[in-house]
């Protein structure tokens, strides 16, 4: 005889839920998120060392630890994978500056200065790899609509995040200053990262300015590879450079192989080979060819105007007007250079290209601002400007080219170039 009366037939026992069975569902809830937690950690260390495209599910469980039926079971697929990853890079981003400010509101006396020359200094110290595997996915949003959800996401959330500071730090016109703080902090970890700055040199940055080696290599560079001689080999050559900038603009360097640009050119498979016979040498080719693309753009927004008459209310309105069209006309093109940037975070080889390419574009605005001001411009305030408009670049093309954003460009930049000239910019320029 049972007290509670017979089952009837098909009808499951109900049993009330015990302490031991309640601890058994969270320690597996924990064991999950653990799991979980371990091949996301194991896929931003992927994405920083090997690029988003060496990405894959057995790549990440052997990082982890796991078995690849672990990472399907809790990511279908790779876009899964990179989710989570940003999740966590945006998760852990955003309790470090909880932390900081934690410590702020019961420390001693801190300026907003001195707060963005710690994200620096943590960039070029102990946090490289982290931060390639965050610019990785940004450059991945321009391209993909499932990733730029996450950017808008994050950078809407980051965004805000340094507003708190800024107000907690008693920054006057917190907007602009928190605006352009994240635009310049995000445009520097595109020279930090590519030429391996370390602590000092990195910090140095929007004070100094970058220090120009003109004798110095900081690896072997790349051998200039002599194109072949005749009509038929270098239209066969440019056809292997456009398709190779094709896919670097779609994909990113990882995608270029002789095959697939073998494949986008129409060629035979031994082709690419024949002109490039190595990978890296066809990706410097390329990353000399989108430098220049770019330098032609940018003269050509400039063609027409007076330099001898030049005042800042011009330079704010052509600025603007390039970054826009950059931005909508050619931002894959613009950041498949900045992609080849971060390779050369992971590949020496590719260095001397990218500072020299850096140290051009230090030049050309140095002599613009010394020009609207011969006595107090520096090379700082041409390094800040560099990296000004690229971390525009950045959040307005992986974000999706808001209208909200595009339109604010303007206002953005005669905030800062205006206070580069006066001498009153937050960064002390």
């Excluded at 079971?73 to 989710?83: L, P, Q, S």
């Excluded at 430098?291 to 105007?305: C, H, N, P, S, V």
């Amino acid at each position: 005889m049972h007290g509670g009366g017979r089952r009837r037939p098909g009808e499951a026992a109900i049993r009330p839920s015990s302490p031991s069975s309640a601890g058994l569902r969270v320690t597996r809830q924990k064991r999950s998120a653990l799991r979980q937690q371990e091949i996301a950690d194991a896929a931003i260390a992927v994405i920083g060392e090997q690029g988003l495209a060496a990405v894959t599910h057995k790549m990440v469980a052997d990082r982890a630890g796991v078995s690849l039926a672990a990472t399907t079971y809790y990511f279908e697929t790779k876009n899964d994978i990179v989710a989570e990853a940003s999740s966590q890079l945006l998760h852990h981003y955003a309790g470090s500056l909880g932390r900081f400010a934690e410590r702020r509101q019961a420390g001693p006396a801190f300026d907003f200065r001195a707060f963005f020359v710690r994200i620096l200094a943590n960039v070029a110290d102990g946090h490289r790899f982290d931060t390639l595997a965050w610019c990785e996915i940004m450059l991945d949003a321009a391209r993909r609509d499932a990733t730029r959800r996450l950017a808008r996401s994050w950078f809407d959330r980051v965004h805000g995040l340094w507003l708190d500071i800024a107000a907690l730090l008693g920054v006057a016109d917190g907007e602009r200053v928190a605006r352009s703080g994240l635009d310049l902090c995000i445009g520097l970890f595109f020279t930090i990262l590519p030429l391996a700055l370390d602590e000092a040199e990195a910090t140095a940055l929007p004070f100094a300015g970058l220090r120009e080696r003109p004798d110095a290599v900081d690896a072997p560079g790349l051998e200039r590879i002599a194109p072949r001689e005749g009509r038929k080999a270098a239209e066969t050559r440019r056809r292997v450079l456009d398709a190779a900038i094709d896919i670097m603009a779609a994909e990113g360097p990882g995608g270029i192989t002789y095959r697939a640009v073998a494949d986008r050119a129409g060629l035979t498979r031994a082709a690419p080979t024949y002109h490039f016979p190595t990978i890296e040498g066809l990706i410097g080719e390329v990353q000399v060819e989108l430098f220049e693309r770019t330098k032609a753009r940018y003269r050509e927004g400039l063609a027409g105007l007076d330099r001898a008459a030049l005042d800042e209310e011009q330079l704010v309105r052509r600025t603007a007007a390039i970054m826009r069209r950059e931005a909508s006309d050619f931002g894959l093109l613009g950041l498949a250079d900045l992609a080849i940037r971060l390779e050369a975070a992971r590949r020496p080889a590719f260095r001397p290209i990218v500072r020299a390419h850096i140290e051009d574009q230090n030049r050309a605005w140095l002599r613009i601002l010394r020009q609207l001001d011969p006595e107090g411009a520096a090379p700082a305030g041409a390094m800040i400007l560099q990296a000004l408009c690229i971390g525009k670049l950045i959040r307005i093309v992986a974000t999706g080219g808001r209208r909200t954003d595009l339109d604010r460009l303007r206002e953005e930049l005669a905030y800062d170039i205006g206070a580069i000239l006066s001498g009153t910019h937050w960064t002390g320029c």
